[in-house]
């Protein structure tokens, strides 16, 4: 198994940034793709963000395209998530999680978790 823990939440003024990171031990990193997915109160979990296990290539959801970034650097077992240009409705506990096949939009079909971290953007 890969054990994943977020951290970089916060509170932010809308037009902000913040880098989420996504610490990951136990198995091979470079073995799994990276996803960021969220979930806002009273609402379902939500793809944000995916990385291909060499980082070479990304899959966005149409909301942030633009305005995040997510990447990886495997020598420190870490992916993070880049986000410019916070909006109210970016709030959520965000979540990194991690599959070996690539890319996973559907949620549902991660197989390893983080705890998540809240992001909380204010207008």
């Known amino acids: 198994q890969v054990q994943l823990r977020e951290s970089g939440g916060g509170l932010v003024q809308a037009g902000g940034s913040l880098r989420l990171s996504c610490a990951a031990s136990g198995r091979t990193f470079s073995n799994y793709a990276v996803g960021w997915i969220r979930q806002a109160p009273g609402k379902e979990r939500e793809f944000v963000a995916t990385?291909?296990?060499?980082?070479?290539?990304?899959h966005y959801t149409d909301s942030v395209k633009g305005r995040f970034t997510i990447s990886r650097d495997n020598a420190e077992n870490t992916a993070y998530l880049q986000m410019n240009n916070l909006k109210p409705e970016d709030t959520a506990v965000y979540y990194c999680?991690?599959?070996?096949?690539?890319?996973?939009?559907?949620?549902?079909?991660?197989?390893?978790w983080g705890q998540g971290t809240q992001v909380t953007v204010s207008s």
């Open positions: 990385i291909s296990r060499a980082g070479s290539s990304a």
């Open positions: 999680a991690a599959d070996r096949a690539f890319p996973v939009v559907s949620t549902i079909l991660y197989n390893y």
